[in-house]
């Protein structure tokens, strides 16, 4: 997805160090990191940029991830646009500052590059960004280092206007450590796009002290979740206006989910996210009738985009997600939230189980997803497990 | 000790209505912090009963800002928020943590090793009334030998000692931490403007009174207090780049038994039966007593206080 | 179903009461239970709320209950603070706990019953201190109101309460038996548990919801937390008292002790002195003289030693010398006489003079003062201090006439009241053979000598042996010794005994009197050198006798003799009858009968004490009497209530040990004919430092503690700088009264108990 673009250079850089520069460009004032694979190159990087003045930031070497996001959290709330990553494990162990960091309602931008729990695995995985799915915080999936990168700048102008955070996920190695072409904006034209913080309700203010946080009784509780869900079901909406902006004076275009080779002319319909999607758009080439649906925007699942995917989808149509992620259910997660999106549709719809702790998911195993889903499918299918 | 003679506080910088138990020390503490502390101050409070005294939505005690935030991780928000104010040229803005002994000694732990080893500038505030009380009494590790708690009931009392807490802090290298009594509140006060007036990471812990907790009378809160340090159970001391100074050394001996007898949790040790307990607090007492002259005396011997 | 709400404080037990209820109900019958707390911010203290369900059948309701058919109320002060009543059904019943009549609680349609909870638990010792746990009564009372078997309900209340089993089973059976009300069964109650028949339901009606939906947009506090009135939680309340100091409780003059002390400590001495004056017009006289019962009392004598309040009279009794005095104008019609210009006399004067009376003083001898000018010595009263102690009286405006033996028959043509306050100036006797030509009389050695320079011929060398244990005794051995003779005591009973001031006879004995207890005269005689031959004999201790002093028993065989040149004796006064005109009359303090049209009144020595102290208070006291009388009022003497400051009330944690500040004396190697005053007193400075060491006893002084010390920020300066409680916010806690140095806040249970 190259574009002419004068305001742009070219780099061939790995996800990792993408998603750094990203974080650059949005000139974040506050990263407090605490080092885990495969993230680690993203914070070694921030650090270097940091150290060598090539960013006006404050970077903190936190004692866990649970502090970690806590600092976030702390500087979030006294002003600052604060980014930091992490993946798996550490995600899971920040997962209660997760919900507040939500509830908080501060515009942090987070990235993740995912991989399972214990036991040990590093590879590639979707399981601990999707765990986190109820903790209100905003979830997009990267396809390329490019695509990360353009994400970052995006989500923090979505953000800020929702006062949501943003959790931006990349494959663990097959994005985070894999070189290749990105065009990196200039900083003009980042900013352009990307106003300075100002101050929200969520702000300390010296001026005008307020406690944050406190003992909600039950009687305003609900009030208090009322206007996130409010604000929360804004999300799709906002995040294609913002990647319309972005598409005008960037020069690249995204979407919640994006169809590819979807039309009456389609029997078949693969469900993806993150790289998957590329080794997919390839083998569907082959394949006229098999179309394929992206899903950038994974939470708040975005029902209205995919439903205007399919508009065009034949009704005896098979959908088929494919899965990387287990999350001790019958079913993955991009199958629960296709059939809720999809409620009262009259497709028929397999799951399939492909690429889980980073097992390769070759052109291969698409077509095998594509050979079964047409031929002879379980409701639920796992794939390459003989 | 002689009273104060004077008003201490002049410019109150709470609101009255704190929903703190009758007696409680959460409160009185808080009010002469904050008025030393001025408005100009960031509070961070991890779950304590702090966080119900300070004001159900949507009502606050302080006159300053307060973030609430999770129990283990006072300060590492702490941290953001200095980071942040440092950033936006607000030096001398307060960071100050307001944690109990629970999230202190346990669940805190390892953030507050992280800040202090980190050499944040931030005042952090320990309550120590040593249980969770806040939760209903439970043993935290700060609940005394020898307690009766509601995980440490009857027979089965408290049969450990609880952290150095200090000690652990003193390894840290602190540019200064102490510990204060709310019944010597002058210096309480002192500690806490020499604290406000150090940068780096500094801590105070305060002896915190807790009558439902202790099970003591409301009243006696003070009088039990000043027990505390006048029997050694609670000695005042400061600690500066791991230099200990001892800030009030008792005039005659008082045995532990003279604090212990107030207090409802300890009443099991006061059965013949029990007899050995209190001479073991007795004597661990005055070793602990023995260690701080020897550390005071060891920073004599290295030059500095 | 049955529906119950109870009202309490957090730490009452209400939550327990419930559980242990629903426990009961399912002993008492098939029955399915339900009982809960709404859930909240337990704080002792604070109102709480707690539910019951009772029914035969499945329950099929989890939430409160907002329609009660039995509301129960733990603790009656929640009636004016929390609306307890809301909701209850229209038959519906309320238990309160109250000692007040039914009548007291205006609820029309409502079945009222009452029970005296609280009381019913301080009785069984349940509860601490501060609040009552009242919650087995109520039990107990819930309990009756359903007729359940009282066997069931303590064995569950035994089997289920945290502590002190028996005292809450007895608790509840005391309350079963105790509670006011209409005869059971309520119908309207025993329906709903045993036969409900439909279930209630609620009148709810569908309403379109079209008002918009209002969130909060951003989860800040930023309200002051002051509109949370804590004030509520309060069961005992503290309050700001002046309680009596024991030092002015002790003064027979009725001197504010502590304020003038305390005046003197802020350095206010013409303040100070005005205080004192009020009281007592010899300041300078009773700062040298008096035995100080204020000090011998001070709370101060159990941390270190008693604040030297006379060295402080003294000071500012001397300092007077340089305060003008107005002359007071007379106002009333009526002239008043007063015999004898003792402190009693002069102190009646000046005091009925201050009220605008023309009042005359009688006396005998040539110059006024009575005994503090006759039977004191100079070296103890300078006559300095006196004469301008009269000086000031006179200056006031009261006449006094010297050489004016009088009696009341004299008087009463042609004065509307006489006053007698002649003292006791005839010495009391021995009952000796010999006494009368072989002995002096002890207080006519000292007015003669005093006035008249007359030495009794003692000469240097003498040996003189004095009677007696008073202080006429001491200060005529003291006397004796500036004579230069040998002075030598004899008292019959100890040290401890010794009605003179112990601090005289230290001095005294350091000057060389000796003193031999335990020895009384059984006879005297001359002897051929015409010295005289003091026989003695031993005495022991035996019962305390009416003076509450340990009798003296002589003991057998014990005689011995003694050789000296004088015996003085100074064992006792009594005064003289001359002004009764021949009458045989016991006067006593105030009004007396007396024949003829004339009030008579009596003061002083001859009517009580013996000290000047006791003399100017009971002038003080002639003086309202005499008043009164006048102007037609009732007297009524001041009614003094035991309720005193003592050392446990006082917390010494607030005081610096302070050494007493003793004053300066001259300590002349020979004391011959040596008349000086030997007592120096206390310079300014230590005057003011000696002021400070009061402990204030039962009078704010503004330390500042409860201030400093309330958690609650509940204690105020008010625009006059006083201290206030802001009972909105008070919880009543107790910290401010236990850290109260001086006992000046109150908190007790009374009210609670009541």
């Not at chain 3, 009391?428 to 005093?450: N, P, Q, V, Y």
């Amino acid at each position: 997805m190259k574009t002419e673009a004068p305001t742009h250079s070219q780099s061939i850089l790995k996800g990792n160090f993408a998603t750094a520069e990203a974080a650059r460009l949005c000139r974040v004032g506050f990263i407090p990191a605490y080092p885990i694979t495969p993230q680690t190159t993203i914070v070694e990087r921030l650090s270097d940029m940091v150290s060598k003045g090539e960013m006006d930031a404050t970077y903190v070497n936190m004692d866990s991830e649970h502090s970690a996001f806590a600092a976030a959290m702390g500087a979030a709330l006294a002003g600052e646009r604060v980014f930091t990553a992490t993946a798996g494990q550490g995600l899971f162990y920040a997962h209660e500052v997760l919900h507040a960091i939500a509830h908080f309602r501060l515009p942090i931008v987070i990235a993740n590059v995912g991989r399972p729990s214990i036991p040990w695995n590093i590879w590639s995985d979707q399981s601990d960004s999707l765990a986190q799915r109820d903790t209100g915080w905003i979830q997009f999936y990267g396809e390329s280092s490019q695509e990360v990168l353009d994400t970052v700048i995006q989500s923090y102008l979505l953000a800020e206007q929702l006062n949501i955070p943003v959790m931006v996920v990349l494959d663990a190695f097959y994005q985070s450590h894999t070189s290749e072409n990105v065009w990196v904006p200039d900083q003009d034209l980042v900013d352009e796009f990307l106003p300075p913080k100002k101050p929200g309700p969520m702000s300390i203010d010296m001026e005008n002290p307020k406690a944050f946080g406190g003992l909600v009784p039950p009687e305003h509780y609900n009030k208090l979740n009322y206007t996130f869900w409010r604000d929360a079901i804004q999300v799709e909406e906002r995040a294609e206006q913002i990647a319309a902006d972005y598409a005008r004076m960037f020069g690249r275009e995204y979407h919640n989910v994006e169809a590819i080779n979807i039309g009456p002319q389609t029997r078949l319909v693969l469900v993806t996210v993150s790289s998957i999607t590329t080794t997919a758009r390839g083998v569907i080439r082959k394949y006229p009738d098999v179309g394929l649906l992206k899903i950038r925007l994974f939470k708040p699942f975005p029902k209205a985009s995919v439903q205007e995917a399919l508009r065009e989808l034949p009704k005896d149509a098979i959908i088929a997600p494919v899965e990387r992620n287990f999350l001790g259910d019958r079913e993955g997660a991009l199958f629960q939230e296709m059939q809720r999106a999809l409620y009262g549709a009259p497709y028929r719809m397999y799951d399939f189980y492909a690429g889980a702790g980073g097992k390769d998911v070759p052109p291969e195993t698409i077509e095998k997803i594509i050979h079964i889903a047409r031929n002879n499918p379980q409701d639920v299918n796992w794939v390459d497990i003989a | 000790m002689k009273p104060a003679n004077e008003f201490l506080i002049k410019d109150e910088q709470v609101f009255s209505g704190a929903l703190s138990c009758r007696g409680c020390g959460w409160s009185l503490l808080v009010r002469h912090l904050a008025s030393l502390l001025g408005p100009d101050t960031v509070y961070v409070l991890p779950a304590s009963c702090f966080s119900i005294i300070s004001g159900p939505y949507p009502l606050s005690e302080l006159k300053a800002n307060v973030v609430h935030t999770l129990f283990a991780a006072a300060p590492a928000t702490a941290t953001g928020i200095r980071a942040a104010l440092d950033r936006q040229g607000k030096k001398d803005t307060i960071v100050a943590v307001l944690a109990g002994d629970g999230g202190t000694f346990d669940i805190g732990l390892q953030a507050l090793s992280g800040a202090a080893a980190r050499g944040e500038n931030i005042l952090y505030i320990v309550n120590n009334n040593g249980a969770y009380m806040n939760t209903g009494i439970q043993t935290s590790t700060a609940t005394p030998y020898g307690a009766i708690t509601t995980t440490n009931p009857g027979v089965g009392y408290k049969k450990t000692w609880p952290k150095d807490l200090m000690g652990i802090i003193a390894a840290h290298n602190l540019p200064y931490a102490a510990t204060c009594s709310l019944a010597f509140l002058e210096d309480f006060r002192k500690k806490v403007k020499r604290a406000r007036d150090t940068e780096g990471f500094r801590l105070l812990m305060i002896d915190g009174p807790c009558p439902p907790g202790h099970k003591t009378e409301p009243g006696d809160s003070i009088f039990i207090a000043r027990l505390a340090v006048e029997t050694r159970l609670y000695p005042l001391f400061e600690i500066e780049r791991q230099h200990y100074k001892l800030s009030y050394k008792p005039g005659s001996f008082v045995p532990v038994d003279e604090c212990l007898k107030h207090q409802g949790r300890f009443k099991h040790l006061f059965k013949e039966e029990n007899k050995m307990l209190l001479e073991d607090i007795q004597s661990h007492t005055d070793d602990n007593w023995n260690k701080l002259l020897a550390m005071e005396k060891l920073a004599h011997v290295l030059g500095e206080f | 179903m049955l529906e119950i709400r109870g009202h309490a404080r957090g730490g009452q037990g209400m939550v327990t009461a419930f559980e242990i209820l629903a426990k009961m109900f399912s002993h008492l019958g098939d029955f399915q239970v339900q009982a809960f707390p709404a859930f909240g911010v337990e704080r002792t203290g604070a109102p709480i709320q707690a539910f019951l369900r009772v029914a035969k059948k499945e329950i099929l309701n989890r939430s409160n209950i907002y329609h009660p058919h039995l509301i129960a109320i733990f603790d009656e002060s929640l009636l004016d603070m929390v609306p307890v009543f809301d909701g209850l059904k229209d038959q519906g019943a309320v238990l309160i706990n109250t000692e007040k009549p039914r009548s007291a609680f205006d609820l029309p349609g409502k079945t009222i019953y009452t029970i005296p909870a609280t009381r019913i638990s301080l009785e069984n010792g349940l509860g601490s201190k501060s609040l009552p746990i009242v919650n087995a009564a109520m039990i107990g009372a819930i309990g009756y109101l359903f007729e359940a078997d009282l066997d069931v309900l303590q064995e569950t209340i035994r089997g289920n309460v945290p502590s002190k089993p028996q005292a809450n089973a007895k608790a509840a059976v005391t309350a079963y038996n105790s509670v006011l009300g209409e005869a059971l069964p309520n119908p309207y109650l025993h329906d709903r548990l045993h036969n409900p028949g439909d279930e209630e339901t609620g009148a709810y009606q569908y309403s379109e919801q079209t008002e918009p939906i209002i969130g909060i947009d951003a989860p800040f506090w930023a309200m002051p937390l002051s509109k949370n009135k804590t004030g509520n939680w309060r069961v005992v309340t503290p309050r700001y008292v002046d309680r009596r100091p024991p030092c002015n409780h002790n003064c027979p003059a009725g001197t504010d002790v502590r304020r003038f002390v305390k005046l003197a400590g802020e350095k206010k001495f013409a303040e100070a002195f005005e205080t004192l004056y009020e009281h007592n017009p010899f300041p300078g006289v009773c700062g040298r003289v008096c035995p100080h019962f204020c000090e011998q009392q001070c709370n101060r004598n159990d941390f270190d030693e008693s604040v030297n309040i006379g060295a402080i009279e003294r000071f500012l009794g001397d300092q007077a010398l340089n305060y003008p005095v107005l002359p007071s104008p007379v106002t009333q019609p009526e002239k008043i006489a007063v015999i004898g210009s003792g402190p009693a006399g002069l102190t009646a004067a000046l005091r009925l003079c201050e009220k605008g009376y023309e009042v005359t003083v009688f006396e005998a001898l040539p110059q006024a003062g009575g005994m503090m000018r006759s039977g004191i010595p100079k070296f103890r009263l300078p006559d300095a201090v006196l004469d301008l102690e009269i000086k000031r009286i006179e200056q006031k405006g009261v006449k006094i006439e010297t050489k004016r033996r009088v009696s009341i028959g004299e008087l009463s043509s042609r004065f509307s009241t006489v006053i007698t306050a002649v003292g006791s100036h005839i010495g009391a006797r021995l009952l000796l053979d010999g006494e009368d030509e072989l002995s002096l009389d002890g207080i006519t050695f000292l007015r003669e000598f005093k006035l008249s320079g007359n030495e009794a011929g003692i000469a240097k060398g003498d040996r003189i042996a004095i009677i007696g244990g008073g202080n006429t005794a001491v200060d005529v051995a003291r006397t004796a010794l500036r004579l230069g003779a040998e002075a030598v005591i004899y008292y019959r009973r100890t040290m401890a005994e010794m009605p003179a001031i112990a601090q005289e006879v230290e001095e005294a004995l350091a000057e060389g009197v000796q003193i031999r207890f335990l020895t009384a005269p059984a006879g005297l005689k001359k002897n051929s050198q015409g010295q005289i031959e003091l026989s003695l004999i031993d005495m022991e201790l035996g019962e305390p006798d009416s003076s509450g002093r340990r009798k003296p028993i002589p003991v057998e065989g014990s005689e011995s003799t003694v050789i000296v040149q004088k015996v003085i004796k100074a064992i006792g006064q009594r005064f003289d009858e001359y002004a009764f005109d021949g009458m045989a009359l016991k006067p006593r303090q105030g009004r007396i009968e007396y024949a003829g049209e004339t009030p008579v009144f009596c003061a002083g020595d001859m009517a009580w004490g013996g000290t000047v102290t006791e003399a100017i208070g009971s002038g003080n006291k002639v003086a309202e009497e005499v008043h009164a009388l006048l102007q037609g009022l009732q007297y009524h003497p001041e009614e003094i209530l035991p309720d005193i400051v003592l050392p446990k009330d006082i917390n010494f944690a607030y005081y610096m040990p302070i050494p007493k500040h003793r004053g300066v004396s001259k300590h002349p190697k020979d004391l011959h004919g040596n008349f000086e005053e030997l007592s120096l007193g206390l310079r300014e400075t230590d005057i003011h430092a000696e002021s400070i060491r009061c402990l204030h006893c039962g009078d704010c002084y503004n330390c500042g503690n409860c201030f400093n010390f309330c958690p609650d920020a509940a204690i105020h300066l008010d625009e006059d700088g006083r201290l206030r409680i802001d009972y909105d916010y008070c919880k009543g806690c107790g910290i401010c009264a236990e850290e109260c140095p001086c006992n000046a806040i109150e908190f007790t249970l009374t009210e609670i108990a009541s």
